[in-house]
């Protein structure tokens, strides 16, 4: 299981890269792995600013569909359109390709209260 140190992560298993106040959001592969092969992703919120742990979107998969939290506040500016062709990339590439949205950040302090690598891998027992 591929669980990059630089980035941060969610009990809900999405993954945050920060870039200055810009946040990259997707799902984690231990998440895409657990759901199975992703046929849509939906994101209705760009342009919106929504709080902590508000969802932002789902993401369907053969099985099932999942709640997207939103990992910090902000406002979502970018919704990675290639997903609405290929939702597959996130099964193939979620820390590259299959990224889902990036936003503004409102407070990047927030990121203190996410997970490093190490207590993710704790959580799903990697």
């Known amino acids: 299981m591929n669980i990059p140190a630089e980035l941060k992560y969610t009990k809900d298993h999405e993954w945050i890269k920060i870039e200055g106040d810009v946040a990259i959001i997707g799902i984690t592969d231990f998440a895409q792995s657990e759901l199975g092969d992703i046929v849509y992703v939906e994101v209705e919120t760009v342009d919106e600013t929504l709080e902590a742990e508000e969802i932002f979107g789902t993401v369907e998969a053969v099985k099932t569909v999942s709640d997207l939290f939103l990992p910090l506040s902000g406002e979502i500016t970018d919704f990675n359109e290639a997903l609405e062709d290929e939702p597959e990339k996130v099964n193939s590439d979620p820390y ?11 407070d990047v302090s927030q990121v203190e209260n996410l997970m490093s690598a190490e207590e993710y891998k704790t959580l799903v027992g990697a």
């Open 96 to 106: 590259g390709d299959g990224w889902m949205i990036k936003m503004k950040c409102s």
